[in-house]
């Protein structure tokens, strides 16, 4: 799924508090106290009940219900004792520890209400930065049909990680897939780095190995930028921790596999930049695509020379699934990674029994195996699938209209225009 529905998704798991029982639990109480007075003999008295239905309350009602439940409590207890026709003196007692209880539950549950109010507006503005920096995928871009999940490893988190960008271009319609180094909210300022670099560059480099040129400079200045302590980023350089910060800061990298569809989805150039092997879905199973294997982006000064781009031929009805290693390094219990080639063959089958499947099918059926396979995420995951159309009109979709919308990948683009050279 894309972003939107993965935003969705953590919303409705993180927001079941309350569960539906414990919502019922204070009226019960008070009820169950009724039921033991009248059935017990009179000098046995329940008030406690009463208190622990208003402490209840406290943490699932808003603060009137809380106030109602603590004014039951006590109108039952003065009807329960004016029905026995004995007033004892410890009543007294037990009702102004009702009144007090009711008071505290009350104040607890409009601080409760606020909290809520506050983490419920922070979630807003995380939403509203995932879609920011990973916008939701179209079904279709151009000569693709194309359809992805993202899931961060941190359960809190919206966003991690991992990254992905499609846009359409005057040389065709391209792709990012990566990995930051480390994972969760910390790794979030370079994802923001890497997308907006990308989106960029992907317009006006006509090579992709230009468009990873532009990433790599835009990531030395964010490493420069954590080494002089900019203002409201990092340490000053006059601090004694931005010596000792130093070495992390500089390690800045990302892994990550950039490609270029040719305007009819025919062909597909590919640079890897120390990512994982694209996988080629199709007749033959799942196999990888054998692209010359580069340094992660952010260690180019390392390389010796910079890894080719490399042109594939896609038959009609290959898919290619760009993942990061949070898919294939998913454990089970005992110990063994997720086999990601294998498990799409066994589900789609080879020669007469394979039917090119929609990438939203092997999206849905991905996010589920993976989640069965693994008890608990332990690193970021996405996964993007695409598959070209076979007959599309050369540049159909790739201009501004087609990006247009709520569900636009990432805003508008350019028109068609004659695919880069090899």
Do not use: C, N
Not at 144 to 151: M, S, V
Not at 200 to 227: C, F, G, H, K
């Amino acid at each position: 799924m894309g972003t939107r529905r993965a935003a969705a998704q953590h919303a409705q798991e993180h927001h079941a508090w309350p569960p539906r029982w414990l919502r019922w639990l204070p009226p019960a109480l008070v009820v169950l106290t009724v039921a033991l007075d009248v059935l017990l003999p009179p000098h046995y008295t329940f008030g406690s009940l009463i208190a622990a239905s208003v402490v209840l309350a406290a943490l699932v009602y808003p603060v009137p219900a809380v106030a109602l439940t603590g004014l039951v409590g006590i109108g039952a207890l003065l009807a329960l004792h004016a029905l026995d026709g004995v007033v004892e003196m410890r009543l007294v007692g037990i009702l102004l520890t009702l009144v007090v209880v009711t008071a505290v539950s009350a104040v607890l549950a409009a601080v409760r209400e606020r909290a809520r109010w506050r983490l419920s507006r922070v979630e807003a503005v995380a939403e509203a930065v995932q879609l920011a920096l990973l916008r939701p995928l179209p079904a279709r871009l151009g000569p693709l049909r194309l359809a992805g999940f993202y899931r961060a490893a941190d359960d809190e988190a919206l966003i991690g990680g991992d990254l992905y960008s499609v846009r359409p271009t005057p040389f065709g319609v391209r792709v990012v897939v990566g990995d930051v180094k480390g994972k969760g909210v910390g790794a979030t300022g370079t994802v923001a780095t890497v997308t907006a670099a990308f989106r960029e560059s992907a317009m006006v480099q006509p090579r992709l190995d230009e468009v990873a040129e532009r990433i790599e400079t835009a990531l030395d200045l964010d490493r420069a930028d954590a080494r002089a302590g900019e203002p409201g980023v990092g340490a000053g350089p006059s601090d004694p921790g931005a010596e000792a910060d130093r070495p992390e800061t500089e390690e800045v990298f990302v892994t990550a596999v950039l490609l270029e569809f040719e305007d009819d989805g025919s062909a597909v150039r590919v640079l890897d930049r120390g990512h994982p092997p694209l996988l080629r879905l199709g007749p033959g199973g799942a196999s990888e695509l054998d692209a010359e294997y580069g340094v992660p982006l952010g260690f180019g000064e390392l390389a010796g020379r910079e890894p080719r781009t490399e042109r594939f031929e896609l038959a009609p009805g290959e898919l290619l699934v760009a993942y990061s290693d949070g898919v294939t390094e998913a454990r089970d219990a005992a110990g063994v990674f997720y086999p990601l080639a294998e498990r799409l063959t066994e589900r789609y089958g080879t020669g007469s029994r394979y039917v090119p499947p929609d990438p939203a099918d092997v999206v849905t059926f991905l996010q589920a195996d993976v989640a069965s396979w693994a008890a608990g995420l332990a690193d970021d995951m996405v996964v993007v699938v695409l598959r070209p159309e076979a007959g599309a009109v050369a540049g159909a979709g790739t201009g501004a209209g087609a990006a247009a919308g709520p569900g636009a990948a990432m805003g508008p683009g350019a028109g068609p225009g004659a695919a880069a050279p090899p």
